[in-house]
């Protein structure tokens, strides 16, 4: 071993350099104090909620940095308390506007750490992560809960609000069918009836000419030859 390198502690475990003749300085500080390099404060392995009064692995609540010997400290609180505290917590505007610029600001410096976050929890359960997603989605772009969601849903029988096809036989989700100026939420469509009504720019005036051009073309005579032909399938 090189003489300039320092040895480690002698205390079991421990590979800190010494800064006396056999300790590091967490263990010479703790010998000097209670007289014993052992820990005075034991490993922390369950806590009990100052809110909830219910007591709980220290997994269940946040670390909050480590103290004076090196032991992991706990907040007061568990998580799920936490959490609701922290949603019932008045906040100014000034707050949220400085909130969400610091969390676009720490997105853009870890896009990689996000992805691996996002990739880890895809492969840990992809159906929840795709639901979980779709219900962002739903909020996001609609102001849609999911409550609000599986209501018109059961409401319509799970079928489409125009064709009356099971939405569930699509492989594509239901289209959420609004209108673009007011934000009515009108029903839930496949795919096929939502891109009709979308080339139809919702204007009902063109709509009703479509369905009398289309009643109107029931009369027309189809040549012997043309309807063979596509009686046939040779179209397809």
């Known amino acids: 071993m090189d003489s300039s390198t320092p040895k480690a502690c002698t205390v079991d475990g421990c590979k800190r350099p010494r800064i006396s003749s056999l300790h590091c300085r967490l263990h010479h500080d703790r010998y000097k104090k209670t007289g014993s390099t052992d820990d005075p404060y034991p490993e922390i392995t369950e806590r009990t909620c100052i809110d909830c009064k219910i007591t709980k692995p220290a997994t269940e609540f946040s670390k909050k940095g480590k103290g004076k010997w090196g032991q992991q400290k706990y907040q007061s609180y568990c998580k799920p308390c936490e959490n609701v505290r922290r949603c019932n917590r008045p906040v100014s505007p000034e707050q949220q506007k400085r909130q969400k610029e610091y969390r676009q600001e720490w997105a853009r410096r870890n896009k990689e750490k996000l992805a691996r976050q996002m990739a880890a929890r895809r492969a840990a359960d992809p159906e929840r992560h795709s639901w979980q997603s779709y219900k962002n989605h739903l909020w996001k772009k609609y102001r ?20 009356d096809q099971f939405l569930s036989d699509s492989q594509k989700r239901p289209a959420i069918d609004h209108d673009h100026m007011t934000g009515v939420i009108r029903g839930l469509l496949c795919d096929p009836c939502n891109k009709g009504l979308g080339h139809f720019r919702d204007r009902l005036d063109v709509m009703r000419r479509a369905v009398e051009y289309l009643e109107s073309a029931k009369n ?3 040549p012997q030859y043309r309807y063979e032909f596509f009686q046939s399938g040779a179209s397809k």
């Open 220 to 222: 027309k005579t189809v």
């Open 144 to 163: 849609l809960t999911w409550e609000e969601y599986e209501q018109i849903f059961v409401e319509q029988g799970g079928r489409c609000a125009i064709c």
